[in-house]
Structure formats: C-alpha cells, structure tokens
C-alpha cells in the first residue's frame, strides 16, 4: 500500500466515522438499534451519509491549506467562524451542531481578534480539535514540517487546555508512525513507549495501554478528550478492519460522530482508503469532492473548488 492511500483513507475515515456516528450521537449506548451503516435520523435529522461539525471543521482546515498553501492559522479560524456563523462547509447548509469550548473560543475571536482562542482552563479539555487533524497532518508530512508542531498549534485555535495539546501532538505522531507500513502490533508498542516522555498522567496512561483492559462502561465515548482517545484506541485494538472498528466506535454513542471521527483517521491510515467499505465511500455525502482536495494537498496543486467552497 502507498502512502497516498494511507493519507487519503486518514481524511475520508475521518468523515465515515462522523457520518456513522451521527444517527446515534448524544444516545445512551444499547437505547438504539445497533448502527450497522449509514442510517438517517438522530438528534440533527440528518440524511444517511452526511456528517457533522468533525468533518466540517476539518474541511475548514483542509481548504485553507489549499488557498493559502500554507498553514494559516487566521485564515484557519476565519473559516471555522464562517462555518459557526454562516453553514459554510456544512452539509446543510448551517451550523447544527458545535462543541461548547469551540462555540467560545469563536466566540472569544470574533470579540477579540485573538486567533488562538483556546482556553487554558482546566475545565476544557474537550476533544474539538483532535476530531480535525487530518488534513494538517496530511499537509505536514507531504511538505516536510514537523507534524507534532501543527497539530498543536491547529489545537490552540480552539482547544489550549495541555491534555487537549498533548493529545493531539500523541496522535499527529501515531499518525506519522501509521505511513511507515509497522504492523498494529509494533505501533502500538511504539505508542505505549511515549508514555514517559508525557507530562499529564492520564494522557500517559492512555498511551501507556489503558484501553487495553477496559469494556464498556469504562470505555466512554464522551466529550473529554482523554476519554475520546482511549475510546478510539479501543476500538482499533479490539478490531481487525476499518468496518468492524467504525461499529464498535460509534455503537458507544454519546459523543459516537467523534469517536468515529477519531477512530476514522487512524483506521482510516492504517487500513487505507480501499479498506473503507465501497458502500460507505460511495454513500457519503461529497466524497468525490473530499478526495480530490485530498489529493491536491498530497501533490501541493491547486484545484476548482465545488461551489460553496472557497
């Protein structure tokens, strides 16, 4: 497998896990009928295959990688407040659904002008922005910059709290540890072999192998970044295909559109974009329109956006 398969299966993983997810999202997991495919429904009425803030956001994020050929943080957070405010890049037409601590940061910037309006409050640790680094890890490692540094700066627009940051630097490099072909095993005992380089315990834990042990209820799939990665961590270790592991993601419900949003990157990279189940690529919402600028950042070429996009 090549890498342009491993980074385009990251970006469309990302929006499978969401789409899968959202039926179920806010559920109390076993209060629904198990989530087998595409479904519609759920608390945002949404049709089979459509996605939600994740994939919204990391569209934000992967459009302007493309315009500016660069990472932008201004223009990154412009277009996150224009999905907020507009439904730019939603997939319908508005802004349905947003994370409290992204809701304030944005909040925070359209006051203020501060382009990195993540909170450091301990209380926000929320799972906002690693449900998003696809594409700034995708742009990372085919332009030679360090993917840990991008993944958190791309955290501190919305998400500042050290738990946030170091989650997303853990898994900007797990990710980048996924295109050199190891086997889950040995990834893993790479992942696990970080844990002391980790200043906040839980984070290390995690990484350490917690996920490991655990069953639900102790997996959550809730909002708490920490709690978000070990849920996705689950799901990837205890599975043996990207279909098998989307389902026992986004069957924890509660916050299951970024479980599977999480767990779809790295599956989704691992796995490749041919291990996505056909029908599921076929079924989601856009999905030429996501490969293609896929593909543009991978080759640093300019393409005609959809209408809509720019």
């Known amino acids: 497998m090549n890498n342009r398969d491993r980074l385009k299966g990251m970006m469309v993983g990302l929006a499978v896990g969401d789409a899968l ?7 109390e997991p076993g209060s629904f009928e198990p989530v087998s495919g595409y479904r519609s429904g759920g608390p945002h009425g949404l049709l089979p295959g459509y996605w939600t803030d994740d994939t919204s956001m990391a569209l934000c994020s992967a459009v302007s990688l493309h315009e500016c050929g660069e990472f932008n943080p201004a223009d990154q957070i412009d277009r996150f407040l224009r999905w907020f405010r507009k439904g730019y890049l939603s997939s319908t037409g508005r802004c349905f659904d947003i994370g409290r601590r992204t809701l304030e940061a944005l909040v925070r910037y359209e006051r203020t002008g501060e382009v990195y309006a993540g909170e450091e409050s301990y209380d926000s640790a929320g799972n906002g922005a690693l449900m998003r680094l696809a594409p700034v890890i995708i742009y ?3 332009h030679a910059q360090d993917p840990q540094t991008l993944a958190r700066e791309h955290g501190r627009l919305t998400h500042a709290d050290p738990r946030c940051i170091e989650s997303n630097a853990v898994f900007a490099r797990l990710l980048s540890v996924v295109l050199e072909g190891v086997d889950k095993s ?3 005992e790479r992942l696990a072999s970080w ?3 980790i200043s906040d315990v839980e984070v290390a834990q995690v990484v350490a192998g917690s996920y490991r042990d655990k069953v639900p209820p102790a997996i959550r799939a809730s909002g ?3 709690a978000s990665l070990e849920a996705a961590l689950w799901a990837f270790y205890r599975s ?3 279909a098998e592991g989307a389902l026992m993601a986004v069957n924890l ?4 559109d970024t479980i599977g949003a999480i767990f779809g990157q790295l599956a989704g990279a691992f796995y490749g974009i041919e291990a996505i189940p056909t029908e599921w690529r076929d079924g989601l919402y856009q999905y030429d329109a996501i490969v293609e600028l896929t593909d543009a950042i991978i080759d640093g070429v300019t393409i005609d956006l959809p209408p809509g996009w720019k």
């Open 224 to 226: 708490y970044v920490v």
């Open 21 to 27: 997810g959202a039926p179920v999202e806010f559920m």
């Open 195 to 197: 844990s002391s380089e």
């Open 140 to 142: 990372a490692l085919q």
């Open 240 to 242: 043996d295909n990207f």
């Open 186 to 188: 040995r990834l893993l």
């Open 253 to 256: 419900g509660h916050d299951s």
